[in-house]
Nanobody, 127 residues
Framework: QVQLVEAGGGLVQAGASLRLSCAAS????????MGWFRQPPGKEREFVAA????????AYADSVKGRFTISRDNPQNMVYLRMNSLKPEDTAAYYC????????????????????WGQGTQVTVSS
């Protein structure tokens, strides 16, 4: 049974930092790309960051580049999103997602490339 469980969200002030985590189980985590997406209130889901299965490739949305860092720990089946210099516009539900193509190189930014999704964790940034 595939599970992706996010944690680490919360209410913070602008300029603060948070680290989101995602615990994965039930699939070949160490051999699939992982991504973080977010859905701001009243808006559509959007890509945030992605990391290849071997961590050699990462990608970021322009809006978070330089502030957010995605990483993974394959032996622990964990993926992280370090978020620095948070802004009110970062307020959203954040979702961890996993591809199902084992061994596929690179990363993808479109949500349709991801098969498994977590339940989300809320991040609220006050001004």
């Amino acid at each position: 049974q595939v599970q992706l469980v996010e944690a680490g969200g919360g209410l913070v002030q602008a300029g603060a930092s948070l680290r989101l985590s995602c615990a994965a189980s039930g699939f070949a985590f160490s051999r699939v790309a992982m991504g973080w997406f977010r859905q701001p209130p009243g808006k559509e889901r959007e890509f945030v960051a992605a990391i290849s299965w071997g961590s050699s490739t990462t990608a970021y949305a322009d809006s978070v580049k330089g502030r957010f860092t995605i990483s993974r720990d394959n032996p622990q089946n964990m993926v992280y999103l370090r978020m620095n210099s948070l802004k009110p516009e970062d307020t959203a539900a954040y979702y961890c997602a996993a591809e199902s193509s084992v061994g596929r190189y690179g990363v993808r930014r479109d949500g349709t490339s991801y098969t498994y999704w977590g339940q989300g964790t809320q991040v609220t940034v006050s001004s």
